[in-house]
């Protein structure tokens, strides 16, 4: 069975991006709630599931050659081109491939709204079925998974956010280690490695369908700029509305910097107003040369503009060999715009 991504390392381990959504995205979470139900149904099927996935995936050969495709109803046919996106082959393919549908989906949604995002992402899927079937005419393999949608998923997310990181975890001794990639290169060296393993099995039989991810990833970027163009109905600013998130990401990465002899460090963490009135706690992950540190800070209630947050110690050092201190700003804003409030 194909439809199974890849891991572009098995030493990273992607977290998320470093672009927060604006909105809590709940067509991007209702999709990965259908797919983890799906699987549950498929492991539902007793030990030999074969006959459901031949069913319910998506079989070139059930559309080419006519002794196979006579044993299906016309619903049957048209169907697996929406089931077979649903179903996995085992539980690390669902996992690979909802946390990437988790780290790049919210994004899009945010772009496009819910409604027309969720149209998207079941075009893409679609495509990436139909790339396939059209580059295996004959083969009587099913193919199965989210692979190929999420591929369109990372298509419009590498138009939208180009310069965005992603946050990565790379474990060096069961010290977590935390890198920003750049999404292009992130997502460019994965879309590379698609086209290098199409070309390298070519008409080969593969557990892993190559086309149908190339074909996500580029019909997916095509799709993005149809869509920019459609107008957004009434009904997604009230959803907008309702979904509005109040809260920032709990990982954040600071990038202190400082000016001339000031021993002092200065960054920046972001906080919703929510957040600024209710008080909360972060993870700062602080990386000063080869050192990649985390620090629990609390932000509490009631901040106000100008406030300082001060992190003894972690500045730069002094010829007398203290260390300055790292002052971190606090920037408030809303779910449009982000308004720095740092002293």
């Not at 709630?33 to 995936?57: E, H, K, S, T, V």
């Not at 954040?252 to 972001?270: E, K, M």
Request: glycine share 10%.
């Amino acid at each position: 069975m194909a439809g199974r991504s890849k891991p572009v390392s098995h030493a990273m381990i992607p977290i998320r991006d470093t672009i927060p959504a604006r909105n809590y995205p709940i067509v991007n979470t209702t999709i990965i709630g259908i797919n983890i139900l799906m699987y549950l149904i498929q492991m539902g099927q007793g030990p030999a599931p074969d006959r459901f996935i031949y069913i319910y995936g998506l079989v070139p050969a059930r559309y080419s050659v006519s002794q196979i495709a006579s044993y299906f109803s016309a619903f049957q046919q048209g169907f697996s081109f929406l089931s077979f996106m649903f179903l996995h082959g085992g539980f690390w393919h669902l996992l690979s491939n909802m946390w990437s549908l988790y780290i790049f989906g919210d994004n899009v949604e945010d772009c496009l709204g819910p409604l027309r995002y969720l149209l998207f992402y079941l075009l893409c899927g679609i495509a990436s079925g139909l790339s396939h079937l059209l580059l295996n005419l004959n083969s009587n393999i099913p193919i199965i998974g989210a692979s190929g949608a999420i591929a369109g998923t990372m298509g419009a997310y590498f138009i939208l956010h180009p310069k965005s990181k992603i946050l990565t975890l790379i474990p060096i001794f069961f010290i977590p280690y935390f890198v920003e990639i750049p999404a292009f290169f992130f997502i460019g060296i994965w879309f590379v490695l698609q086209l290098i393993n199409a070309a390298a099995i070519h008409a080969a039989i593969t557990p892993v369908a190559w086309w149908a991810h190339i074909g996500g990833f580029l019909f997916g970027i095509v799709f993005l700029f149809l869509f920019l163009k459609l107008p957004q109905i009434g009904v997604t600013d009230k959803i907008r509305r309702v979904t509005e998130k109040k809260k920032t990401h709990r990982l954040q990465v600071v990038r202190p910097v400082g000016t001339g002899a000031d021993p002092h460090l200065y960054g920046t963490v972001t906080i919703t107003p929510y957040e600024a009135m209710t008080g909360v706690r972060k993870l700062v992950n602080i990386p000063q040369g080869f050192q990649k540190r985390l620090f629990k800070i609390v932000i509490p209630p009631g901040i106000k503009e100008g406030t300082v947050l001060r992190l003894q110690g972690l500045g730069r050092d002094y010829p007398s060999d203290q260390r300055g201190d790292l002052f971190l700003s606090d920037q408030r804003g809303d779910l449009f715009l982000k308004v720095s409030i740092k002293s």
